[in-house]
T-cell receptor
Framework: GAGVSQSPRYKVTKRGQDVALRCDPI?????LYWYRQALGQGPEFLTY????????KSGLPNDRFSAERPEGSISTLTIQRTEQRDSAMYRC????????????FGPGTRLLVL | TQLLEQSPQFLSIQEGENLTVYCNSS?????LQWYRQEPGEGPVLLVT?????EVKKLKRLTFQFGDARKDSSLHITAAQTGDTGLYLC???????????FGKGTSLLVTP
């Protein structure tokens, strides 16, 4: 695709439910990143994939959060047993190499946990 | 986590004025990026600086990377209403790949 896409764009769920957020990176980009962004703040790193390998998950807040990228393209961020504090904008980014330079961000998924 | 402090947090100016926003850290970064984010959109990369003392110009925007690669500044000349947005700096490290973002400077340019 022309850019990074994410779905759904908005997700409202009840506390305790599981949610799955999807990221479709730019075609051919080997690196994929997940960030969480609070309103008016900068993105906070969650996890990073190089192809299908999850190279770093140190930013995941706790074990309710997990991510996968089984075929090295589309990635899913899953939050189990959601809590109200999980409400945020979840952003995905991709880059053409494993380097930091030029990450392209998606539009994000706005998650609201009631 | 290497912290990046951005200042000011908020800035409201009139069209035609000049402004400078700052990004400071106690840590050394291999590269530093500036992003601009509009409401409802993801951050969009403006520039990457990698060499200490480097200055890059992008039309009315001038970016500088400190000699010690710990700080950076963004100067906007003759601001326009279209410059309104959240300006984020992000540092990259030699050993890492994730970006450490500052909290951003929210800029409002009024007519």
């Amino acid at each position: 695709g022309a850019g990074v896409s994410q779905s759904p764009r908005y997700k409202v769920t009840k506390r305790g439910q599981d949610v799955a957020l999807r990221c479709d990176p730019i075609s051919g980009h080997v690196s994929l990143y997940w960030y969480r962004q609070a309103l008016g703040q900068g993105p906070e790193f969650l996890t990073y994939f190089n192809y299908e390998a999850q190279q770093d998950k140190s930013g995941l807040p706790n074990d309710r959060f997990s991510a996968e990228r089984p075929e090295g393209s589309i990635s899913t961020l899953t939050i189990q047993r959601t809590e109200q504090r999980d409400s945020a904008m979840y952003r995905c980014a991709s880059s053409s190499s494993g380097g930091v330079l030029t990450q392209y961000f998606g539009p994000g998924t706005r998650l609201l946990v009631l | 986590t290497q912290l990046l402090e951005q200042s000011p947090q908020f800035l409201s100016i009139q069209e035609g004025e000049n402004l400078t926003v700052y990004c400071n850290s106690s840590s050394v970064f291999s590269s530093l990026q500036w992003y601009r984010q509009e409401p409802g959109e993801g951050p969009v990369l403006l520039v990457t600086v990698v060499t200490g003392g480097e200055v890059k110009k992008l039309k009315r925007l001038t970016f500088q990377f400190g000699d010690a690669r710990k700080d950076s500044s963004l100067h906007i000349t003759a601001a326009q209403t279209g410059d309104t947005g959240l300006y984020l700096c992000a540092g990259g490290t030699d050993s890492g790949y994730a970006l450490n973002f500052g909290k951003g400077t929210s800029l409002l340019v009024t007519p």
